[in-house]
C-alpha cells in the first residue's frame, strides 16, 4: 500500500469518525450536554475541551482495561466501565484543585458535565468493542470528542432560530433541536454513510 493510498484512507476515516460515526449524531448520545454546550457561547469551548479531554483518558484507560478484559465478568463490565471514568474524574479534580486553585471554580462545572457526559457516551465500552492498538484508542477518542465539539458549535449556530418565537411553541426548544440533529444526521449518513470497502 503506498503512503497516498493509505492517507487517504486515514482522512475519509477521521471525517467518518467525525461526522457520521459522530456520538451526537450516529446514537443521540451527549445531546443534553450539547445542548446545554451550545446555550451559553462562553461555556462551549470549555465543555467540548472537558468532552475531548476525557473521552481521550477514557480511551487510554480502555486500553489499559483491554489487557485485562478476560479477566471480568460480563455482568461487571458496564460497572468496570463506569468506576473507571469515576476515577479518571477524582484524579481530575484532585489535579485541578492542586494546580489551578485559583479557577477550581470554574474548572469543576465542566469536570462534573464532561465526566458524566462520557460515562453516557460509552467511551470506553465502545472503543474496546472496535480498537486494538494504542493509537486506535486514542484515534477514537480524539474524533469522538471532536465530534462532539463539532456537533455542538453546529447547534450553537442555530440555537437561537430553534428557540425563537417564530417556531410553534410545540416544536419549539429541545424538540426542534431534537428535529434539527436528527435531520443533520441523516444529511451526514447520506453522504458519508457508504463509504467504499477498497477504502
Known amino acids: 500500500m503506498d503512503s497516498h493510498n493509505f492517507f487517504g484512507g486515514l482522512i475519509i476515516s477521521v471525517i467518518t469518525a467525525l461526522l457520521a460515526e459522530n456520538f451526537v449524531f450516529a446514537r443521540a448520545l451527549g445531546v443534553s450536554t450539547m445542548i446545554m454546550a451550545a446555550k ?74 464532561s465526566a458524566f457526559n462520557s460515562v453516557i457516551m460509552g467511551t470506553i465500552f465502545l472503543s474496546m468493542n472496535s480498537c486494538t492498538a494504542l493509537y486506535e484508542y486514542l484515534l477514537f477518542g480524539l474524533c469522538s470528542g471532536a465530534g462532539f465539539a463539532a456537533a455542538a458549535y453546529m447547534l450553537s449556530g442555530v440555537y437561537g432560530q430553534l428557540y425563537s418565537k417564530d417556531v410553534p411553541s410545540v416544536f419549539r426548544g429541545y424538540p426542534a433541536v431534537m428535529i434539527f440533529t436528527g435531520i443533520i444526521a441523516m444529511a451526514l449518513y447520506g453522504i458519508l454513510g457508504h463509504i467504499p470497502s477498497y477504502i
Open 40 to 113: 451559553n457561547k462562553r461555556n462551549l469551548p470549555g465543555i467540548c475541551l472537558g468532552v475531548l479531554y476525557f473521552t481521550l483518558t477514557a480511551s487510554w484507560a480502555a486500553w489499559l482495561l483491554s489487557h485485562r478484559a478476560a479477566d471480568i465478568q460480563k455482568p461487571f463490565v458496564p460497572l468496570t466501565y463506569v468506576l473507571t471514568i469515576g476515577l479518571i474524574y477524582l484524579i481530575t479534580l484532585l489535579l485541578a484543585f492542586i494546580f489551578f486553585k485559583g479557577r477550581f471554580g470554574r474548572i469543576k462545572k465542566y469536570v462534573h458535565i
